[in-house]
């Protein structure tokens, strides 16, 4: 039974290292390479195959296969086994590999003898390079060991591949690298601002000189060292951190220090090292098996995980090889990244930074909190960028609409300078507005709340001029840390809200756990559909201690003031009357115990599930107030996923079916003389706010930056005449209804833009 040779591994990496110092090409090493692993592993077959230009395949080297069919036989990107160890970027063990429905046969290899089958992806930086393989004759399966050495050997690969000398890496970049072409992105606005500047690639890739060890003990005494350095720089950082880092951020480069302490990786690097890597290398697997894992899980909560553990990894090359001082920045730079930790945002300082690029970054991604409280306008889930961008392109960024230019036209930058005034003169408008209340030209009052769900959203309050909170996301608190709040931090932190707003009323939503919203605590089982899983209120009513402990903290934080609270996607009364139980429950407890209560506590539905609206007048006798959470009731009203980019935009909210919906809530509603109020993203946007008001509602809740154009669109309808439009238009069959809308808006001088 063939199997690694006694001391495999390490004798592999020992002849492996003697391969890499001889000074022959690189394909004659790689010649070398199969037939050194084909005998320690004890295969028939070992074959590197490599990426080329569009993805293919190409077999690079073999011992075993048909020499002929190195350099002519390719595969394309997840054709036969070999694609999809390059496509999964996983292994693939079979004993049985050619009755595998996925196994290609190409009879110019002379494959058809083996049948057992082993090919490893050969990964750097979270890049698919090739694939590496190994065959038997005889039906086995790989055990572990044989695996995992297989795996070390691929990356030590991988950087015989980055050295370059194969063929011009370069060219795996091809198709999409138009160098001199202007190329437009647009990604999510995660940070307000708009920035014209140069590009400066964040590469903190440190190039791993050395893969091998030479003497293992050393270089754990290295390791353990630049890790004690590391340590000690992150808490030195934290102390003297020139921008005043308070609540959400600094929670979050607290967290990150915990990271720098964290048991499991440093228990990894360490057996990495043992496996006969260097340090660097050791580092340089951990961080590329975790990137695999988080990618391969598609966990929005693991791959902010992911970012903090990257910006340490990289920190951790730097003190191994003895460089500890960030990238100098020239002036007017947009740092242009795939991923970035918080810290080394803050590293670079805010002096010469006019705005971020990220490929990959979410509204509570650390790093968005970071550049939010350094008051630096970013723009997160820009694909495809990095390989796009090179250093000193001229860039234009909007961290509100999103929109991201590279080496742009004359006139784009000059949109953009333009845009630049318009947003300071829309803050100039804002504050103008700010204190004009929010009424039609008929005598109607709207109210304007604001959505919030960060400490650091607060200051908005008074800036916008909202007349209070009409939504506060109370799970992006829980989102933020590494450990479950305890009471005692939810008390506080609410606490610190309610005393921050003041007099103005906050709704706090009950937290809204599940689909794209997981902690990155606990267990959480993927679901198919998520947006129709394991959510919300249905997680509150299954666990429901999570509720209380919510419940008993808002109550506390209340004392003496009217505590209104929201329960996310209610779908029954039955639903509403039992979580309304658990409070009316803890209010008894704190009675009973004579603990602070609120003076009044209000108790509100979000109506999201359609199924309500048919019971509105009846929830309406159980619930306080009905909050529209249009952006999923529009989901489940159209059936898109809203956070599917295919579709999301597919239906506009502002068609008859859309407008006809919000028509008999508002009715239903004001029958059942119920309080309703909408707090969905179409809210904030003046063309649809105008709808709504014309529906007749009169509480919108938006984002804070929304609250001043909303509120000049406002002050120039008449609800009277508007609402006869809006009644003929519910009647109309348009596939949407904006153009009439604006029309509408443009003959009678309402600024809808
Ligand atoms: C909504 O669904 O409209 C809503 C306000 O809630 P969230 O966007 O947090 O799901
Ligand atoms: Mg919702």
Redesign the pocket.
Known sequence: MPSVTAGGPRLLLRRLREIMAEPSSAQTRLDKLVVLIASIMVAEVCSIYLRRAGNALELFATEGLNRSAVHNTRMRQGEGLVGLVAETAEPVNLSDAPSDPRFAYRPETGEDPYKSFLGVPVVRGGQVYGVLTVQNRAARQYDEEEVEALQTVAMVLAEVVAQGGLFDIAELDEPELRADLPRAFRGDGLSDGVAVGFVVLHEPRVKVERMIADDMAAELQRLDTALGELRGAVDVMLESSELDLTGESREVIEAYSLFARDQGWQLKLRDAVKSGLTAEAAVERVADELRLRVTKSGDAFLRERLHDFEDLARRLQRHLGGETTPQDLPRNAVLVARSMGPAELLDYGRDRLQALVLEDAATTSHVAIVARAMGLPLVGNVRGVVDNARGADQIVVDGETGDVQLRPMPDVIASFEARRSLRQQRVAQMAAVRDLPAITKDGVHIRLMMNAGLLLDIPQLQESGADGIGLFRTELQFMIGETMPRLADQVEFYRRIIEDVGDKPVVFRTL?LGGDKILPYGRWEREENPALGWRAIRIALDRPALLRYQIRALLTASEGRVLRILL??ITDVAEFNAARALVDRELERARLLQLPQPRQTLVGA?L?VPALMFMLPQILRSADFVSI?S??LFQFVFAVDRTNTRVAKRYDPLNPAGLTLIRQIVRSAADAGGDVSLCGEMAGKPLEAMALIGLGLRTLSMQPANIGPVKTMIRSVDTRELSEFLEKLCGRTDHSLRTRLTAYAAERGIAVK
Do not use: F, R
Request: hydrophobic share 25%.
């Open positions: 809204d996310p996607m979000m999201e959470g952006n999923d």
